[in-house]
């Protein structure tokens, strides 16, 4: 039964320090989202690449996060310095995105979540 | 991309049979209507995904309208496990636009 994997579960950290989140995503999947969760904001979709390359990293406050894939099996959601304001539950997520123009069902079509990891800056 | 509207929250009982509606009048001709589970402490999962009339699987029932404005998902004889929140989500299903999850609907099934 694959799975996408996320370490650590969980983190707690000082304010000022650099918090470093792993995911790795479901084999074969060319596709990976990073996600923020709070209780005010909901679920926030942070960025995503595809095949590797970033595509959209607009919900991120750039100064201070970074996501990266360097390779296929590896997702890396860096925040250096963290802030107390950072403290959520960021989930990855993976998919199966078709080339445009090839037709897919819908079980390869969606996004396959980790469990998650709660951050929590003191 | 389409923004959805869906209640904050609903309640069941064990048994009943329970309907959750979903707005999206601005859906697009390529968007799909996707629909996700998060039970605490867990990531979202997918539950069912249409894109116009009746949609069935083992968990959950899809009704779409013709003009598909609007969604329904229908989750048949609750049980408690099936205390969760539900998001609607719509989008390409080329992947080309990213889906947006809103607040989703709490649902709460009581004995």
């Known amino acids: 039964d694959a799975r996408v994997t996320q370490t650590p579960r969980d983190k707690v950290t000082e304010m000022g320090q650099e918090v470093t989140m792993r995911c790795q995503p479901i084999?074969?999947?060319?596709?990976v989202f990073w996600y923020r969760q709070t209780m005010m904001q909901g679920l926030e979709l942070l960025a995503y690449f595809r095949n590797r390359a970033p595509l959209d990293d607009s919900g991120m406050p750039k100064d201070r996060f970074s996501a990266e894939m360097p390779d296929a099996t590896l997702a890396t959601l860096k925040i250096q310095p963290s802030e107390p304001r950072d403290s959520a539950v960021y989930f990855c997520a993976s998919g199966l995105t078709p080339r445009r123009g090839t037709l897919l069902n819908a079980s390869t079509d969606t996004q396959y979540f980790g469990p998650g990891t709660r951050l929590t800056v003191l | 991309l389409a923004k959805t509207t869906q209640p904050i929250s609903m309640d069941s009982y064990e048994g009943q049979e329970v309907n959750i509606t979903c707005s999206h009048n601005n859906i697009a001709t390529n968007d799909y209507i996707t629909w996700y589970q998060q039970f605490p402490s867990q990531g979202p999962r997918f539950i069912i995904q249409?894109?116009?009339t009746k949609v069935t699987n083992e968990v959950a029932s899809l009704f779409i309208p013709a003009d598909r404005k609007s969604s329904t998902l229908s989750l048949p004889r609750v049980s408690l496990s099936d205390t969760a929140v539900y998001y609607c989500?719509?989008?390409?299903?080329?992947?080309?636009?990213?889906?947006?999850f809103g607040k989703g609907t709490m649902l709460l099934v009581s004995p």
């Open positions: 989500l719509v989008g390409d299903k080329g992947g080309y636009s990213t889906l947006t």
């Open positions: 084999l074969g999947h060319n596709t």
């Open positions: 249409g894109y116009k």
